[in-house]
C-alpha cells in the first residue's frame, strides 16, 4: 500500500497523542485518516516515536522536502542511496521506504 502523508492537523494530534503515551490512540488515527492496516500503523507511530525532529515525518510538507532531496541523490547517486536517505529520515521500513523513491517519479 503506497504511503498516504497526513494532513497537519491529524500529524499534530498523532504528535500529541504520542507525547502523552497514548500510542494505541495513534495507531487508530493513523489507521482511519489514511487507510493503513494495523501493522503499517504501528511501524508508522513506533518509527514517529523514534524520530529525533521536533517536526514529524509524516505531514506533506516535510515529506514534499525529502522527496526533492531524494530525488537529488537518487540522481547522483542512485536509488540504493535514496532509500537508505528515507529510511534514516523517517525510520520507515524497506518497502515502504522504496515504494516512496519508486514513485518519485
Do not use: F, N
Not at 10 to 19: G, N
Not at 49 to 58: G, H, K, L, R, W
Amino acid at each position: 500500500m503506497p504511503l498516504v502523508p497526513l494532513d497537519e492537523a491529524t500529524a499534530r494530534e498523532v504528535s500529541d497523542l504520542i507525547a502523552r503515551d497514548r500510542k494505541i490512540q495513534a495507531i487508530k488515527l493513523v489507521r482511519d485518516a489514511t487507510g493503513a492496516g494495523l501493522r503499517e500503523a504501528k511501524e508508522r507511530v513506533e518509527a514517529w516515536d523514534a524520530a529525533p525532529s521536533a517536526q514529524p515525518v509524516e505531514t506533506s510538507a516535510v515529506l514534499d522536502d525529502l522527496a526533492a532531496e531524494a530525488r537529488s541523490v537518487r540522481d547522483a547517486s542512485g536509488p540504493i542511496h535514496a532509500i537508505k536517505l528515507v529510511r534514516e529520515r523517517t525510520g520507515w521500513g524497506l518497502a515502504d521506504a522504496k515504494g516512496y523513491v519508486d514513485r518519485l517519479g
